[in-house]
Structures are given as C-alpha cells and as structure tokens.
C-alpha cells in the first residue's frame, strides 16, 4: 500500500516535470500544433512513457513491486508503440504502417492459450482498433488524458480484484503518469499527448483489459472491457460511420469527434470536456462493477445502448466545420489533425 502510494506520486511529479521540460524542447524544435492564436508543444507523450517506465520499472527491479512477466512484457511493448508514435508526431508515417506495428505488438502480448486462437485474433484487432481510438480522443484539450486516467484506475481495481499484482501496480503508475501530464494539459492546454501518448495509453489500457479478462466468462469479460473503454469505441465508431456516408477517405482528418460536435450544440470547450470526461468515468465504474461482480453483465448493455442513442443523435450535428447561425464556430482550443 505505502509503496502504491509513493510510486503514484513520484509518476505523477515526474511526469509533470518532464511535461514542464519537454515543452521548452518542443518549443525549439518546432515540435509544435498551431491553434487558434496560440502554439501548444506536442511530446507530452515522453514525459508520460519515460514516468510511467521508470516508475514502474524500478518497482520491478528493486522487487519491491514485480510487474511479473505478462505486464513486464506489456510495458515493453507499449514504450515501443510509443516510440511509433512519437515518430508520427514529427513526421507524417501512414496509418497502415502504424497498425501494422501495433498489431505485431499487440500479437506479443494477447495471451493465445487462454482465449483460443480465433477469440485472440479479434482480441488483437481489437487492441489495435482501441489504441488507435485513443490517439482521436486527443482532439482537445485534456479529453484522452482524463478518459484515460478513469480507465486505468478502473482497471488497475479490477486487476487488483483478480489478484493480478503486476498489470494493477502498471495501471497505477499510468494513471498517476497521465495525472501529472494533465497538470499542463488541462484546458487550456500547453502541452499535449499526441500520437505518442495516445498510442501508449490506448495500447496498454487494452492490452490491459485483455489480461485481466482473459480468464473471465465471456459475458461478463466482454460487458466489462465495452463499458471500460466507451468512450474511445464511440468516438471511433461515430467518426467511421460519418466518413463512410459522407465518402470521405477514414484517414483524412477532419472536425467530426464527439468534442466538436458537443461544440456545435453550444457547448463550451470545458464544457464538451467536462461531459466527456463524465461519460468515460460513468462507463468506467460500469465496468468495475461488472467486474468486481456487483452488477450484472446485462448492466453493459445500457452501457452500449446509451453510446449508440448518443451516437445516433452525433451523426445529425453538423461536422464539416461550418458555422452554425447563432454559435460561435468551433475552434478555441479545439485542433484538427489528420485523426
């Protein structure tokens, strides 16, 4: 417990000192996003990947705290998909190449002997589909930092419930890791994750979700990791279906997540984030429940039919970053990247 205490918080101080550090860094090298008026730096993602790795591996070396071979490998994995990130943050690589990465990694850490070859093949696509989404919740400020940080402490119980020590005190460590990254990108922000914070966050939170539920009864096991990332899974599902009617290509950017639409319905920016934020913790604690086996696996079905109604209604709000007659125009502290 004590240890659990100061490894979150150390994760947390160090990230936010390299975040403070790597955003001068960025500043002079170029490695920035231009917004509305203002240069915000992008490689938050180091600062959480080199927090979180330190921390975590520490614990591990002084065995103090043992990730233990599964999340050992999970964390590996994860530095080097945010690697691939990070590289995409500084120069253009094509979204096939970057699944293809994550793919072989995710391939490394889906455990194929519990779940069956073809249940591990959809559990390695959808670790892909989940790390990828993470990286479009980054569409503003704070968004994919605070879904994240709900998500790990969610699953960080839920593997602390199933007596998982190794992936819960990993879990711990990101969350904490994130909080600090937050602490600078907060609406409004100065740093930002990128496509390296976005990807090691989404990939390790799948990964994650995978280990711990890979043992579990497949109704309750599938209810809980829908519920834990419902918010990534919307997204994308809304912006997929958006471009395929609107016969745009799907890796062509453009203002159609779910903050820009909340913009276009009035919506402050703190605002649209604050929701966001709200409906990833509700779904969250969903999963938790479900996992610690206080609510049914029927609880995730209101979980995804909620989504859909939400949206089913997204899909009617103009997303073509048009003004709306009598609303400010989305911007602010919005970006729009090729996501």
Not at 129 to 155: S, Y
Not at 250 to 275: I, N
Not at 317 to 337: F, I
């Amino acid at each position: 417990m004590l240890y659990g205490i100061a490894a979150a918080t150390a994760a947390l101080f160090l990230a936010a000192v390299l975040a403070a550090l790597l955003r001068s860094l960025a500043l002079r090298l170029g490695a920035v996003e231009r917004r509305q008026g203002r240069v915000v730096a992008l490689l938050g993602g180091p600062a959480v990947i080199v927090a979180t790795a330190f921390v975590a591996g520490v614990g591990d070396w002084t065995g103090v705290a043992p990730l233990g071979p599964a999340a050992g490998r999970l964390l590996v994995a994860g530095v080097g998909v945010g690697a691939l990130g990070l590289v995409a943050d500084l120069r253009p690589v094509p979204l096939p190449v970057r699944a293809a990465v994550v793919t072989a990694a995710a391939a490394l850490i889906v455990p194929f002997e519990a779940l069956g070859l073809p249940v591990g093949v959809v559990a390695v696509g959808w670790i892909v589909l989940v790390a990828h989404a993470f990286t479009c919740l980054d569409h503003a400020d704070g968004v994919m930092g605070t879904v994240a940080v709900v998500t790990a402490f969610a699953l960080s119980g839920c593997a602390a419930a199933e007596v998982m020590d190794g992936p819960a005190t990993l879990l711990s460590v990101l969350a904490a890791a994130l909080t600090g990254l937050l602490m600078h990108g907060r609406l409004p922000a100065r740093i930002v994750p990128g496509r390296c914070g976005g990807l090691f966050a989404g990939f390790v939170l799948a990964s994650a979700a995978v280990l711990v539920h890979a043992g579990r009864e497949a109704g309750p096991g599938v209810g809980a990791v829908f519920a834990l990332t419902v918010v990534a899974t919307a997204d994308a599902a809304l912006v997929l279906v958006s471009r395929r009617r609107a016969g745009r290509p799907l890796s062509r950017g453009a203002p159609d997540h779910l903050v820009h639409r909340l913009r276009h319905l009035g919506l402050t920016a703190r605002g649209a984030a604050v929701l966001v934020g709200a409906t990833g913790f509700a779904g969250a604690l969903v999963g938790m429940l479900i996992d610690l086996r206080w609510v049914g696996a029927t609880a995730a079905l209101w979980v995804a039919g909620g989504a859909a109604v939400a949206v089913l209604i997204l899909l009617r709000v103009p997303a073509d970053g048009a003004s709306v007659p009598g609303k400010p125009q989305v911007g602010g502290h919005l970006r729009v990247r090729n996501r």
